[in-house]
T-cell receptor, first 114, second 112 residues
């Protein structure tokens, strides 16, 4: 059973803190993604990675960075958390672009910045 | 910019009826169009996809229709069941692209 696992379901952080959201996949997929989901806005792509140490900005990268040192792990970093980064964060893995369109999502991390 | 949008944000249907969820897109270079289902408290889950050179594709109780002339995508669910209650997202992938772009979602509520 393929799995994408996010390290936390719920997080509460203070404004200005550095926040790490971790995602691990056991599918041996090349691509990994970080989305944020907000009511009425759907899923918006923050960053994605198509290979180890490779990363590309998505639609809303400001205030975020990512790290992919190993194929199975993709980390989202909030350098200095702000209240407007309160959201649901979703990680996904896939081989989209090489004959498949199926992305596998984690269960999400609901981050609250106070 | 590229976008995938939805006509209706909410849809309520009677159990047993058919559901139709619509999606408009703006990027003509899309190669694949995909539907995802997100149940409460879970991440989105793949339902079905259709390639841009097709008009129709059927799965189990679901049918996706693609009208490239008017840039419109729809998901039809036959004999809707309570377990179909969820938010449905359309998405697209460009030719040779790794990226999936999602629409804003439609909430489907099934009335028992």
């Amino acid at each position: 059973d393929v799995k994408v696992t996010q390290s936390s379901r719920y997080l509460v952080k203070r404004t200005g803190e550095k926040v790490f959201l971790e995602c691990v996949q056991d599918m041996d997929h090349e691509n990994m993604f970080w989305y944020r989901q907000d009511p009425g806005l759907g899923l918006r792509l923050i960053y994605f990675s198509y290979d180890v140490k490779m990363k590309e900005k998505g639609d809303i990268p400001e205030g975020y960075s990512v790290s992919r040192e190993k194929k199975e792990r993709f980390s989202l970093i909030l350098e200095s958390a702000s209240t407007n980064q309160t959201s649901m964060y979703l990680c996904a893995g896939s081989n989209v672009g090489v004959g498949t369109t199926e992305a596998f999502f984690g269960q999400g991390t609901r981050l609250t910045v106070v | 910019g590229e976008s995938v949008g939805l006509h209706l944000p909410t849809l309520s249907v009677q159990e047993g009826d058919n559901s139709i969820i619509n999606c408009a897109y703006s990027n003509s270079a899309s190669d694949y169009f995909i539907w995802y289902k997100q149940e409460s408290g879970k991440g989105p889950q793949f339902i079905i996809d259709i390639r841009s050179n097709m008009d129709k594709r059927q799965g189990q109780r679901v049918t996706v229709l693609l009208n490239k002339t008017v840039k419109h995508l729809s998901l039809q669910i036959a004999a809707t069941q309570p377990g179909d209650s969820a938010v449905y997202f359309c998405a697209y992938s460009g030719a040779g692209s790794y990226q999936l772009t999602f629409g804003k979602g439609t909430k489907l509520s099934v009335i028992p």
